[in-house]
């Protein structure tokens, strides 16, 4: 396949034309086709019912005028207001055109429009010659008298695409005479500047680009065509005002120079768009890098970078090569922003270098002093609360990273930016300070949390449209980032060799495409529902150039997936609208907390509960290293100390009797000890030696945990504690009732009174601290139990049964 390159940009200071000509060249002849461009008469029609330039056919039989929604154009919109019909009598009523669009004198060969109703189309001249003729229309067409005329060329305001109508004066159209003539009695008119600027007259589909300079025409058919390729929709009505009104009164030779108004309209975006999008034909990374504020989009990425705050010269060129190569390397959506992140903390060090007296221009005098001079002045910003700890640690590991990669990349040589900066001016490993220890509270949701989350997920859908709200879904299912769902991909949805769901997603943050991850079939319904939905949006597009969740901005080709960052905003507001979250002791939840990253790490952490080995969540995460995943399993331990913590002050030994009543929290020393020295058994805990080194396998009493003092029980055993019982009572009924085994056997085997009796005594006790608590203490109590349950090791080795997940959606059938 041959490629071919690109027509290289004009060097600086090239002439208007010499760039017109550049943008001319970047121009496909398949988008003046598209948006009916004629060059001769520089003029674009835009085709109804083109998706781009965002015109649409009024449905009135024979009506030729577009309207901007889906209903009528304006026209036959105020003719449907007065006549008061229901909209589909109206359609079918019979009329006449809409509009009046002026056509050729109907006398024969005269090359004049006429002026008059349909009923008298006749030029102007015939028109006095038919008045003085007195007969009928057909008698005067016939008539010698009725000789064809001369056109009278084009009207003489540059804008306007009509004949003129008379040879007087600046031989203008109709409507531009009229108008002139207005302005003539009303007071000074400077007639050739209004010539130049007056507004084209255009309607419907047309817009006029006459009368403006060849590079601004260039620049807005660039622009037009750069935003139909991303799918942008640029409204006729409004492109044609903005010239009208905008760029040809200010007579400006190029779109930069048009000037702004000082409010933010439409009008005005859409200017800076089309003024952005040619300037940036112009562009290469070549030219970029000589400037201290570079378009990242030259290096493929979004946003701007800024090296103004970094003053001593060798220091911006070094950030300037760093920055270069890291936007080559690094390709996410997070790049510009970290490469920003990178700059300010340059920028830092620059501040503090100017302190010097020599303002850190010569590098050869530096040294490890200005390096712990750089490292204070951090200090003293935090101490200061002038930035966060966090801040503090990013910015100086951000200098460390820019300095090492500098001296990697040979910046230091005799040749370099950095040639003669002495070897002691580095950040080391040890100059970075340790961040803060993370919370240890997790930033997960609590599942009763998330369970009220969703119970308003109609409200976000009421509040924004059906993409987002299923974004929010995916992101609780799957745990994926938000950028990675906001981006799937239409065909993300795919099944295993066993036919079980799988979900196609990219890792935008570690550049790795294609991961799967497998889900559960509600998730793989409401996938499928968006398909179908996405299909009857976008009918006639190819779905290999679909998205699953598409924009609803600038997005008429379903390519572009919704935007993470405005998604992020919209539930925030949300999330500000709902009732207040409420905990199960009645305690309402922070709000705060509740943002879109919170799903992800509420995903894995409910798989860190659930027991799920770091093996395993580390892939199910997608994280690169153990130690993103650890954090998960650190949290989890927390909170299991906390249950153990409160679980232990509920501990009785085999009378009934509370063993840590007085104990609120266990010293180090005691955990320690309650985990080695003791061994799990159905019901309890067993500290008797010999069967703890034996890990719970040689019990001397067969299992008679209630008959040994050895034998102790928390809360947290009562479900196994009351199925034991419950065992025992069926295990005696059925001995009783075998008629097969000899006498001594089954008296020996059926379970003694005593143990029965102590075991409903146990429980009793165990049941009657509890009733004595208060409702929080109860509640909090429970909860604890439960968190100990759910980590607790299978007996005698049995194989473990993993705990299941919380279920947050009950409503969902699975």
Same mark, same amino acid.
């Given at each position: 396949?041959?490629?071919?390159?690109?027509?290289?940009?004009?060097?600086?200071? *090239?002439?208007?034309?010499?760039?017109?000509?550049?943008?001319?060249?970047?121009?496909?002849?398949?988008? @003046?086709?598209?948006?009916?461009?004629?060059?001769? $008469?520089? &003029?674009?029609?835009?085709?109804?019912?083109?998706?781009?330039?965002?015109?649409? *056919?009024?449905?009135?039989?024979?009506?030729?005028?577009?309207?901007?929604?889906? =209903?009528?154009?304006?026209?036959? $919109?105020?003719?449907?207001?007065?006549?008061?019909?229901?909209?589909?009598?109206?359609?079918?009523?019979?009329?006449? *055109?809409?509009?009046?669009?002026?056509?050729?004198?109907?006398?024969?060969?005269?090359?004049?429009? +006429?002026?008059?109703?349909?009923?008298?189309?006749?030029?102007? /001249?015939? +028109?006095?010659?038919?008045?003085?003729?007195?007969?009928?229309?057909?008698? @005067?067409?016939?008539?010698?008298?009725?000789?064809?005329?001369?056109?009278? !060329?084009?009207? !003489?305001?540059?804008?306007?695409?009509?004949?003129?109508?008379?040879?007087? =004066?600046?031989?203008?159209?109709?409507?531009?005479?009229?108008?002139?003539?207005?302005?003539?009695?009303?007071?000074?008119?400077?007639?050739?500047?209004?010539?130049?600027?007056?507004?084209? !007259?255009?309607?419907? /589909?047309?817009?006029?680009?006459?009368?403006?300079?060849?590079?601004?025409?260039?620049?807005?058919?660039?622009?037009?065509?750069?935003?139909?390729?991303?799918?942008?929709?640029?409204?006729?009505? =409004?492109?044609?005002?903005?010239?009208?009104?905008?760029?040809?009164? /200010?007579?400006?030779? $190029?779109?930069?120079?048009?000037?702004?108004? !000082?409010?933010?309209?439409?009008?005005? &975006?859409?200017?800076?768009?089309?003024?952005?999008?040619?300037? $940036?034909? @112009?562009? /290469?990374?070549?030219?970029?890098?000589?400037?201290?504020?570079?378009?990242?989009? #030259?290096?493929?990425?979004?946003?701007? #970078?800024?090296?103004? *705050?970094?003053?001593?010269?060798w220091l911006k060129e070094a950030a300037k090569r760093w920055a270069r190569d890291y936007l080559t390397r690094v390709r996410s959506r997070s790049t510009s922003s970290h490469a920003r992140q990178y700059m300010t903390a340059l920028a830092f060090l620059s501040r503090s270098l100017d302190a010097r007296p020599d303002h850190g221009l010569d590098r050869a005098a530096l040294g490890r002093a200005d390096i712990e001079n750089y490292l204070n002045r951090m200090t003293f910003l935090e101490a200061n609360s002038r930035i966060a700890a966090t801040t503090r640690v990013s910015y100086v590991r951000a200098t460390r990273n820019v300095l090492r990669q500098s001296r990697v990349m040979g910046l230091t040589r005799s040749d370099g930016p950095l040639s003669g900066l002495p070897d002691d001016f580095v950040i080391t490993r040890h100059d970075v300070p340790k961040p803060p220890e993370p919370s240890e509270e997790g930033q997960d949701l609590p599942p009763v949390v998330m369970r009220q989350l969703c119970a308003h997920l109609d409200l976000f859908e009421e509040m924004t449209c059906r993409e987002l709200r299923v974004a929010v879904e995916l992101m609780m299912d799957t745990g994926r980032r938000p950028e990675e769902i906001c981006k799937l991909e239409y065909h993300c949805l795919n099944r295993d060799r066993q036919g079980k769901p799988v979900l196609l997603y990219n890792n935008w943050k570690e550049q790795r495409i294609r991961r799967e991850l497998p889900i559960h079939e509600p998730t793989a319904r409401l996938i499928r529902e968006q398909q179908e939905r996405v299909r009857l949006l976008y009918p006639d597009r190819p779905l290999s150039q679909l998205v699953l969740l598409p924009s609803s901005v600038m997005n008429q080709l379903g390519a572009k997936g919704i935007d993470a960052t405005h998604f992020s905003g919209m539930h925030r507001d949300w999330v500000t609208e709902l009732p207040e979250l409420l905990l199960d002791d009645g305690t309402v939840f922070d709000e705060e907390k509740v943002f879109p990253y919170a799903y992800r790490h509420s995903f894995a952490q409910r798989h860190a509960d659930a027991g799920v080995s770091i093996e395993v969540l580390s892939p199910l995460t997608d994280h690169d290293s153990y130690q993103s995943t650890r954090c998960y399993y650190r949290v989890k331990e927390v909170r299991l100390r906390e249950a153990v913590d409160k679980v232990t002050t509920m501990q009785f030994d085999r009378h009934g009797q509370r063993v840590w009543g007085a104990v609120t929290t266990l010293l180090d020393a005691e955990r320690i000890r309650l985990a080695i020295g003791s061994v799990q058994v159905p019901f309890g805990t067993c500290s008797e030696p010999s069967n703890v080194a034996a890990g719970g396998g040689a019990c001397p009493l067969r299992f008679r945990c209630m008959g040994c003092d050895h034998y102790s029980t928390d809360i947290s055993y009562l479900p196994e504690l009351s199925a034991y019982l419950d065992g025992l009572l069926r295990q005696r009924e059925r001995l009783r009732s075998m008629t097969e085994a000899d006498d001594w056997a089954r008296a020996e085997a059926i379970p003694s009174e005593e143990e029965i009796s102590r075991g409903r005594r146990l429980i009793r006790r165990v049941t009657e601290e509890v009733d004595q608590l208060t409702d929080a203490e109860r509640t909090e109590i429970q909860q604890a139990a439960a968190m100990v349950r759910k980590t607790r090791q299978g007996f005698l080795g049995m194989p473990r049964i993993p705990q299941p997940l919380a279920d947050l959606r009950p409503e969902r059938p699975a």
């Open positions: 396949m041959t490629v071919t390159l690109p027509a290289a940009p004009p060097a600086p200071g *090239a002439t208007a034309e010499e760039s017109a000509a550049f943008l001319w060249s970047l121009i496909e002849p398949e988008f @003046f086709t598209e948006v009916g461009w004629d060059g001769e $008469r520089r &003029v674009l029609t835009a085709p109804i019912d083109h998706p781009m330039p965002g015109m649409r *056919a009024c449905p009135v039989p024979g009506c030729d005028l577009p309207s901007k929604a889906r =209903g009528l154009c304006r026209t036959c $919109r105020d003719q449907h207001r007065k006549s008061g019909l229901p909209l589909k009598e109206f359609i079918e009523l019979p009329r006449t *055109a809409s509009r009046v669009v002026p056509g050729q004198c109907r006398v024969d060969g005269c090359e004049r429009t +006429w002026i008059n109703s349909q009923k008298q189309p006749l030029c102007r /001249s015939h +028109w006095y010659q038919y008045v003085q003729f007195g007969g009928t229309l057909p008698e @005067f067409l016939t008539d010698p008298a009725a000789r064809a005329l001369p056109g009278l !060329g084009d009207c !003489g305001a540059l804008a306007c695409t009509r004949q003129a109508v008379t040879a007087v =004066g600046h031989r203008l159209c109709h409507p531009h005479g009229k108008q002139l003539n207005q302005l003539r009695k009303e007071g000074t008119l400077d007639e050739e500047l209004w010539l130049r600027t007056v507004p084209s !007259g255009c309607n419907g /589909s047309e817009i006029s680009f006459r009368g403006l300079p060849a590079l601004v025409i260039a620049q807005l058919l660039f622009g037009l065509q750069h935003r139909c390729r991303r799918g942008a929709k640029s409204d006729v009505g =409004g492109l044609r005002a903005l010239i009208d009104r905008t760029i040809r009164p /200010s007579q400006a030779g $190029r779109l930069e120079d048009v000037p702004r108004p !000082g409010v933010n309209s439409t009008a005005v &975006v859409l200017l800076n768009r089309l003024t952005a999008y040619a300037q $940036r034909a @112009f562009k /290469s990374p070549e030219g970029e890098y000589g400037k201290d504020s570079w378009d990242l989009a #030259v290096f493929g990425h979004r946003g701007t #970078v800024e090296f103004t *705050a970094v003053h001593q010269p």
